[in-house]
């Protein structure tokens, strides 16, 4: 399984980027998808995820009401919308797949995209 992030890019606080992560080698219905992100410094944090039926979501405190996740099992991609982007939201954004349940646990995760930046500028 690969994952191939993109759409990052620099934004002023407050705008809006989406990002979209596309899965290949094989379907990605079996697998629960999340986006994390990393600030130079800091561990990566869990941002999103989505369960296989796309019925539960999950966010982290911190982007809850700004960012949306979103699957599309057909096209074999995930998106995060983000809305109202802060300064903290400055980091490496990266896709992942996992088997298990709906996780906000980076280990949880098997499979890694390679990560896509986002600057928001104050």
């Known amino acids: 399984v690969q994952l191939q992030a993109s759409g990052g890019g620099l934004v002023q606080a407050g705008g809006s980027l989406s990002l979209s992560c596309v899965v290949s080698?094989?379907?990605?219905?079996?697998?629960?998808m999340g986006w994390f992100r990393q600030a130079p410094g800091k561990e990566r944090e869990f941002v999103a995820a989505?369960?296989?039926?796309?019925?539960?979501?999950w966010y982290a405190d911190s982007v809850t009401g700004r960012f949306t996740i979103s699957r599309d099992n057909a096209k074999n991609t995930v998106d995060l919308q983000m809305n109202s982007l802060k300064p903290e939201d400055t980091a490496v954004y990266y896709c992942?797949?996992?088997?298990?349940?709906?996780?906000?646990?980076?280990?949880?995760?098997?499979?890694w995209g390679q990560g896509t930046q986002v600057t928001v500028s104050s």
């Open positions: 992942a797949a996992g088997s298990e349940m709906i996780s906000r646990r980076a280990s949880d995760y098997e499979y």
């Open positions: 080698g094989r379907t990605l219905r079996p697998y629960v």
């Open positions: 989505r369960n296989r039926s796309g019925v539960l979501k």
